[in-house]
Nanobody
Framework: QVQPVESGGGLVQPGASLRVSCTAP????????MEWYRQAEGKGREWVSS???????RYADSVKDRFTISQNKAEDTVYLQMIKVKPEDTANYSC??????????????????WGQGTQVTVSS
């Protein structure tokens, strides 16, 4: 079983930029979809963004035009670049291996695990 490992979180001021990373060995070779989620204290988990093997991206309305997801296939790493962050972006950010029945290996579904997450706190 593969568990994604997130990093890059921290304390930033409103309006600043931050990039978080997620490494999950195997997701590239198995044509997995990678997803970012976040969970604020006392709230449910919220889907943030996803990227397919071909690079197609999707975003939640709350982060569209501020967050950018990308991937480094050679390093099996996915990034979430955040700009103009807001206090409401404060959350634990975690990534998840996912897949499509149309093109992903069964490995993606067998290893659809959550990472521990990385905390992002936006405060002045």
């Amino acid at each position: 079983q593969v568990q994604p490992v997130e990093s890059g979180g921290g304390l930033v001021q409103p309006g600043a930029s931050l990039r978080v990373s997620c490494t999950a060995p195997g997701f590239t070779s198995n044509s997995c979809i990678m997803e970012w989620y976040r969970q604020a204290e006392g709230k449910g988990r919220e889907w943030v963004s996803s990227i397919t093997p071909s690079g197609r991206t999707r975003y939640a309305d709350s982060v569209k035009d501020r967050f950018t997801i990308s991937q480094n296939k050679a390093e099996d790493t996915v990034y979430l670049q955040m700009i103009k962050v807001k206090p409401e972006d404060t959350a634990n950010y975690s990534c998840k291996i996912s897949g499509s029945t149309g093109y992903s290996s069964s490995w993606c579904f067998d290893n659809s695990n959550w990472g521990q997450g990385t905390q992002v706190t936006v405060s002045s």
